[in-house]
């Protein structure tokens, strides 16, 4: 019964968004319409859109499920998801909507002009993009299993394969947006309405909430949710928080798919107004998953969250591999972590079927599914433009090809992104990759993040500082992510899980001593236009 | 406008309402950045190494620690407000440049 009702909410979705891409495509008839829109998208819709296009499955039902049983130590991880905005805000939104076109390189390589540095910025973006993409395709399968299990996870792959694809190929940025915005819209509408209805269980009494969340019994004792120390544990807990918060902090602004909504606003102006929009939304956002979280451990309770203990794709991994969960048990409870039987994941599902019955639990599974398509929609987009728009026009065919040549190659790309995506998940279906995501950001923060800065900021930054700085952040975060407890296990070599707070520095110091090594007059020379340009929007491209 | 030359380039850098400019946002963004990223790492932090401070509760049930990680929550909103206000300024400032010298181009 709830699987059917699922499926109907997530047809009219589907339907919705169809009209919609039916309608954009009359208008992605140009590479700036594909990419950017023509970058007639408004401040404000941008802003739910960015909003759209960050939040993922794994935040809304991931979070909710860590403030379930961790309480605060859960929460922890949704502050940075805000913070990180500052970043974008302040340092990169408005000099990348003024000296930019359609890409991360554009940016980089407008001073540092030459085919290696446009070549190396590609890769990061592209391996950025894919490790995420393949992290959300995979996060579908784990999803069906846990909230449609009647259904299989190899179709369900492929439906959403197929519909990013729809999506992306006949509508291109504007389909692509709106669906993002649709999306974010229904998102914040469930848990708005999910934390009101908690705050109404408690008869508005948010003294009487907090009371509940600070007393849960558990186990025959009570615990206290409110307080830190359920997860994460000391020295080395502190050290994770920290590595994983620098990556995020500093990371997003280094996002190629968030960077490339930019480009689809008219002005910087409306793209400083995007931020803002997208910081009230993901803030609103990212404070209920609060109400969610000690909703759903203090009204439905924890004991009740499920059949099945961990968070996110390890659920279809031990589904694979049944005598593989007691080691993890153990290795867990070595680590001195607590080992909740009941899975997470189901905590918001299950407190929407305690306050609204089985249509609002079907709709918040509805709505995990609309949000996992917005996002891999985007992500395709912006590894299509880094093949298409830095390789294969900029590199391969130096600058030369007409629109029809482009636009050509640019769904060829998108076309090609999406089949990959949807054979790789299949394939890495039964694996834990949720480290993926994590990965993508310590890339983004070590090899994207310093080297945009220093482009925009140090006269006498120099490809070869462009070129080491991103070569190294990029070998160093998938090198410690190699060493570390995530591949490693108990063996580790690196004590972390996320990079971070080492790769950061690297990829910084890689670019720093680049530019030391070997002087560039030629782009020391295109520093004063650069500078110009970003700062007051002279030459920007309309 | 693609076609402005080189040295227009270098000399409007130089000029000094431009430099003014550059001044005016560096010295917002600057100290603001330093200041929210330690104000973010002070989070982690304090609850990996003074687990128990953290664990009083100060408003009502609530811990010192819930409080401080909602008041990332006001601080991000408050920065964000006080850098909309500033911008506004400085965007007056850009606009400025930005009219004159394309005056300037229109009329040779």
Partial sequence: MRTQQTLVMFAIFVGITLIVTYWASGQSTTRRGFYAADRRIGGIQNGWAIAGEYFSAASFLGITGLVAFYGFDGFMYSVGWLVAYLTVLFLVAEPLRNTGKYTVADLVSFRLRGRGVRAIAALSTLAITLFFLIAQMVGVSALVNLLLPRLGDISAIVVVGLLMLTYVLFGGMLATTWVQIITAALLLSASVGLSLLVVAHFHFSLGSFLGSAAAVPMNGHATNLLQPGLLFHGALGAWNLVSLGLALVLGTAGLPHILMRFFTVPSAQAARTSVAWAMVLIGAFYLTTSFMGLGAATIVGKERIGPRMYAGQAISYIARHPEEENRLDQQLTRNNYIVPKPDSNLAAPLLAGALGGTLATAFVAAVAFATILAVVSGLTLTASSAFAHDIWFSLIRNGRGDESEHLFVARAMAFGVGALAIVLSIALRGFNVAFLVGLAFAIAASANVPVILLALSWRRFSRTGAMMGMLSGLGSSIALIAASPVFMGSRAIFPLENPGIISIPIGLAGAILGTLLLRDRESEAMFDQLQVRANTGLGAEI | MRHV??????????????????????????????????????????????????????????????????????????????????????????????KRETRELLEG
Wanted: glycine share 2%; net charge positive; proline share 6%.
């Fill in chain 2, 5 to 98: 030359k080189t040295s227009r380039w270098e000399a409007l850098a130089a000029e000094p309402e431009f430099r003014a400019l550059v001044r005016a946002r560096r010295r917002f963004v600057t100290p603001a950045t330093i200041f929210f990223i330690a104000y973010y790492l002070a989070l982690p932090f304090s609850v990996g190494f003074l687990p128990q401070l953290m664990s009083r509760p100060v408003l009502g049930p609530l811990t010192l620690a819930y409080c401080f990680a909602l008041s990332q929550f006001a601080m991000t909103w408050a920065l964000l407000a006080v850098y909309l206000w500033r911008a506004r300024r400085i965007d007056l400032q850009a606009a400025r440049i930005r």
